[in-house]
C-alpha cells in the first residue's frame, strides 16, 4: 500500500467540514477567547521603584565622612605625640636650646589648630593635670633652684580644675610637690598648693584671683622620725604630739593681688587655654609669661 504524503482530500475536509458551520464556529471561537483567557498573563501592578543612586551617595557620604573623621584624629593623635617627643628631653623645660623651642613652638601650633575657636569645655577641664613642660619663668625658677641646692628636690606639678558642674568658672589649684632630703620622704615630702579662682572671659581665656598659697601634707622621713621619737625607747607623749603636729602642719598665706606669686604671673592674671581634649591640655599665660603643657593624671586628694 503505498503512503501519499499529504492526508487524502475526503478525511480532510471531513475533519475540517465544522469550519464552514456557523455554529461551531461560534464555539470554536468561543473556546479559543477562554483559552486565551486561562492562559493570558496576570496583570501585575506597577511599582515605581526609586533609583538605587540617591541612597548609595549618602552612604558614599558617609563612609567619607567617617572616613576623614579617622584620619583626621590619627593625624592629631600624631601631632600630640611629635609635640611630647619634642619636649621629653627638656627636664619640663629646665634644659632647652634655640633649636628645641623652635621645634615646641611649632609642634604647639601644629596641635593648637585642631582645637582653635571652640568654646572651653569646663566639663573636660575638671581634673587632675600633670606639667610636662613649660617656659614659664616663675615655675622654671623651681627647677632651678632645686638644681642649684641640693638640699630642695622639686617633684611633680600638677593643676587641679574643680568646675564640673559650672558654667563660668571654678576654682583651680597648682599643686608642687617638694621635699629636703633626710627630713621629708623623697619628692613627695611636702606640697605647695596655690589656689585660685577663674572665670570664663571668653571662649578661651579664663582670669584668675590667686586666693591663698599654703604648705600642707607633711610627711616626714624615716629618719627625723627616728630622731624625734627612737624606735628602741619607748616613745613620750611630747615626741608623739610632735610628730603629729608635722604631720598634719599647715600653713596658709593670703593672696592679696593677682599674679603676685608663682604660676601666670602674667597682667590681670590672663590665661589663654589653646588646646583642650580628655588627655591633654595646653595654655600660654597672656602677655609673654609662657607656654605649658599638661597630660591628664589620676585625681588625688588634697
Same mark, same amino acid.
Given at each position: ?14 475533519? @475540517? ?9 461560534? +464555539?470554536? +471561537? #468561543? ?15 506597577? *511599582?515605581?521603584?526609586? =533609583? ?44 632647652? @636650646? ?23 569645655? %569646663? ?28 638640699? %630642695? /628636690? *622639686?617633684?611633680?606639678?600638677? +593643676?587641679?580644675?574643680?568646675?564640673? &558642674? ?10 608642687? /610637690? ?14 605647695? %598648693?596655690?589656689?585660685?579662682? #577663674?572665670?570664663?572671659? =571668653? ?11 599654703? *604648705?600642707? &601634707? ?6 627625723? /622620725? ?14 608623739? +604630739?610632735? %610628730? /603629729? ?9 593670703? *593672696? ?47
Amino acid at each position: 500500500m503505498e503512503l501519499s504524503p499529504f492526508p487524502s482530500s475526503t478525511s480532510y475536509f471531513t475533519r @475540517n467540514t465544522n469550519l464552514h458551520d456557523p455554529n461551531n464556529i461560534n +464555539q470554536s +471561537q #468561543f473556546t479559543s477567547t477562554r483559552r486565551r483567557r486561562e492562559i493570558s498573563p496576570i496583570s501585575i501592578p506597577r *511599582v515605581n521603584v526609586k =533609583s538605587p543612586s540617591s541612597r548609595s551617595s549618602v552612604i558614599c557620604l558617609s563612609t567619607a565622612t567617617t572616613t576623614t573623621t579617622k584620619i583626621d584624629e590619627f593625624e592629631l593623635e600624631s601631632k600630640k605625640h611629635d609635640l611630647l617627643r619634642a619636649i621629653q628631653d627638656t627636664q619640663r623645660g629646665l634644659i632647652t @636650646n634655640p633649636n628645641q623651642r623652635s621645634s615646641i613652638e611649632e609642634a604647639l601650633v601644629c596641635v593648637e589648630g585642631y582645637d582653635a575657636g571652640t568654646e572651653i569645655d %569646663l566639663k573636660k577641664l575638671d581634673g587632675t593635670w600633670r606639667l610636662q613642660y613649660t617656659s614659664a619663668s616663675d615655675v622654671v625658677v623651681l627647677f632651678e633652684s632645686a638644681q642649684r641646692f641640693p638640699f %630642695l /628636690q *622639686v617633684g611633680q606639678i600638677f +593643676q587641679k580644675f574643680e568646675c564640673r &558642674n559650672q558654667t563660668d568658672g571654678g576654682v583651680v589649684r597648682n599643686v608642687v /610637690q617638694w621635699s629636703i632630703p633626710s627630713l621629708l620622704e623623697e619628692q613627695e615630702g611636702a606640697t605647695l %598648693l596655690v589656689s585660685a579662682n #577663674f572665670s570664663v572671659v =571668653s571662649k578661651r581665656n579664663i582670669y584668675l584671683e590667686f586666693e591663698e598659697i599654703s *604648705v600642707q &601634707n607633711i610627711k616626714i622621713s624615716e629618719e627625723l /622620725q627616728a630622731w624625734i621619737a627612737p624606735a628602741v625607747l619607748p616613745r613620750s607623749y611630747l615626741s608623739l +604630739q610632735i %610628730l /603629729q603636729f608635722l604631720q598634719t602642719f599647715k600653713a596658709a598665706v593670703p *593672696v592679696s593681688s593677682p599674679g603676685r606669686y608663682v604660676f601666670w604671673r602674667s597682667a590681670g592674671g590672663l590665661y589663654y587655654l589653646s588646646y583642650l581634649d580628655n588627655n591633654m591640655l595646653l595654655g600660654r599665660a597672656v602677655g609673654g609669661g609662657g607656654v605649658f603643657v599638661f597630660t591628664k593624671a589620676q585625681p588625688f586628694l588634697l
